[in-house]
């Protein structure tokens, strides 16, 4: 595909005229030529519109963005001649606007597409040059490390960000003037109400068969020890099968549960549920060993559920090196005994907010690509692995698609206006996720309504590290789809397309029948820092950062500016 310029130099007006709309039909390029040609003919001089080739751009026009571009540059003008030019460009817009709705592009009867895979596939590989020119601006030009640089500022200046925290508020409220400063559109925050609980002062010591002092972290929602704390003896067990195979050793004691880490999916169900367990049983406390996939001596917390019915009990969170250790003493037939004291309270929920902004769709701005991350984090470590890195990442992606229309510049320096996607792309910053999606659960509330208007939900909250792929919950029609989009990443070697796309804040809207869609990362880098003191800026990598950026962009830009919505089932 190539893209004629044409710059008039006594109206300061640049043209792209695609030669290519859709379908290699020789009327549409006859239709296309003779709009250039119309153009020649009323510039001022047809000796002075030079044309010039550029194989590696792709231009996307942006009416209302065009119209305010083009009055800049003829601000010098005279009246006459800026009238000649917007007539000029609305006969420019309303030919392209026929020549796109007779160039493959939908057509519904009783809502079915009639369009072929082939004539999709057609479709998406038009956006080869948009998606380089995002991959450039992104990974190796102007913009490579601004994601990496906008977390350590945010992170370094607020901290961790618990729900109900001071620190939370007052990272969303930076974030606000983030993207209000980012020229963002629609930049505003919905109220929710978020749990609000702290830890307190805590401490774990084993007083038999030696002394020593334990690292612990108790788990989000725990309740703490009456005044004093808690003596009790220990019993270890590696399932809950054991827990009630041995359920008459438990009376009275601190459970710790020593379970092997296969995968965060199956092992944190005993961080979820390990206390529940443990007072069915007559157990006074419960220590779970840290869901962690590496330890160097850090408890990894989290939340944890109480029950309706089962007396509440204190829990905590231990190394993998203590629950190892214990177990190896208790399989020694050593009596172990622990100390624990958890200062943890629970106190009235208190209001928060979700934080939106848009980049407004420019022909269906009713329909959604919804791409977020959490701004909340536990209140341990800096929160940037998770989720602050899938959060930036997220604004990263809309300011890419804002940026480009203002940086794709050609040697011959005529600025390419315009790259605004058809449909709106919402970035959404959660609240209170970590406390089981809670910012998001009232958005859908609150937005449900418009649940036919959302064409993909995407979250990043797995890591920003160097992705492999995308996974993704849809129909086998959008599955194809999305292949052929993840494609356009082949020069970034990120083309997989993974089952199970999902995320706390965009299943609700999985579970609707919306197409979901989550980065593929490291997973076990992930769980080595997750939850833990460890989550510090160290851990992230700024050039893993960038290619998670690009991919998170060319994805929802193209997805934002398809001609049709990702089909469901």
Not at 91 to 101: E, K, P, R, T
Not at 315 to 324: F, K, L, P, R
Not at 555 to 569: C, Q, T
């Amino acid at each position: 595909m190539s893209s004629f310029f044409f710059y008039d130099n006594e109206t300061c007006l640049i043209l792209a005229a695609p030669i290519y709309f859709g379908a290699d039909d020789g009327h549409q390029r006859n239709c296309t030529w003779s709009l250039l040609s119309l153009w020649q003919k009323l510039a001022t001089g047809q000796e002075n519109a030079l044309p010039f080739t550029a194989d590696s751009m792709l231009f996307k026009w942006d009416k209302q963005d065009t119209k305010e571009r083009v009055a800049e540059l003829c601000q010098d003008k005279e009246e006459k001649q800026l009238e000649t030019m917007k007539f000029l460009f609305f006969v420019f817009v309303g030919v392209a606007h026929l020549l796109s709705l007779n160039s493959g592009k939908a057509i519904y009867e009783n809502d079915i597409s009639q369009r072929t895979f082939q004539e999709i596939k057609n479709e998406i590989a038009s956006y080869e040059d948009v998606a380089k020119a995002i991959i450039n601006l992104a990974v190796y030009g102007k913009y490579q490390n601004r994601s990496y640089e906008r977390l350590g500022l945010l992170v370094d200046t607020v901290g961790p960000r618990l729900s109900g925290s001071k620190n939370l508020e007052k990272a969303i409220q930076i974030m606000y003037q983030n993207l209000q400063q980012d020229g963002l559109e629609n930049v505003h925050l919905e109220p929710v109400k978020v749990p609000h609980w702290e830890r307190g002062e805590e401490s774990a010591v084993m007083l038999l068969p030696r002394i020593h002092k334990m690292a612990i972290l108790g788990l989000g929602s725990s309740i703490g020890t009456p005044p004093g704390g808690i003596t009790a003896e220990v019993l270890v067990v590696t399932s809950f099968d054991e827990l009630q195979r041995r359920a008459s050793e438990a009376r009275g004691k601190i459970i710790v549960y020593n379970q092997p880490y296969t995968s965060y999916g199956i092992t944190v169900q005993y961080r979820h549920q390990g206390a529940v367990e443990a007072a069915k049983v007559g157990a006074v406390a419960s220590l779970i060993r840290s869901v962690a996939s590496f330890s160097i001596y850090s408890p990894h917390t989290g939340i944890q559920e109480y029950q309706d019915g089962v007396p509440k009990i204190p829990t905590a969170c231990i190394t993998v090196e203590d629950a190892e250790m214990i177990s190896r003493m208790a399989s020694r037939g050593n009596k172990i005994v622990i100390h624990l004291e958890m200062g943890a309270k629970t106190y009235p929920d208190t209001d928060s907010f979700n934080t939106v902004a848009e980049i407004t769709g420019s022909k269906y701005p009713e329909q959604v690509v919804l791409i977020s991350g959490h701004l909340d984090s536990w209140d341990v470590g800096q929160g940037a692995l998770d989720d602050g890195g899938g959060a930036v990442i997220s604004w990263e992606a809309l300011s890419l698609v804002k940026d480009l229309a203002h940086n794709l510049i050609i040697s011959w320096h005529l600025l390419l206006l315009g790259l605004r996607p058809k449909r709106t792309l919402r970035l959404v910053l959660w609240t209170a996720e970590e406390q089981g999606g809670i910012g998001a659960s009232q958005y859908y509330e609150l937005h449900k309504a418009n649940v036919s208007n959302y064409s993909l939900v995407m979250e990043s909250d797995s890591g920003t590290y160097l992705p492999t792929g995308l996974q993704f919950t849809g129909s086998d029609k959008a599955r194809a789809i999305m292949k052929e989009i993840m494609s356009l990443l082949q020069p970034l070697n990120v083309t997989n397309v993974f089952s199970d796309g999902e995320g706390t804040d965009i299943n609700f809207w999985i579970q609707a029948g919306v197409p979901g869609a989550s980065l593929r990362d490291d997973l076990y880098k992930y769980f080595s820092f997750h939850h833990s003191h460890g989550d510090t800026m160290t851990a992230m990598d700024p050039k893993q950062m960038n290619v998670a950026a690009a991919v998170w962009a060319v994805v929802a830009y193209v997805v934002a500016d398809m001609e049709e919505m990702l089909p469901r089932s």
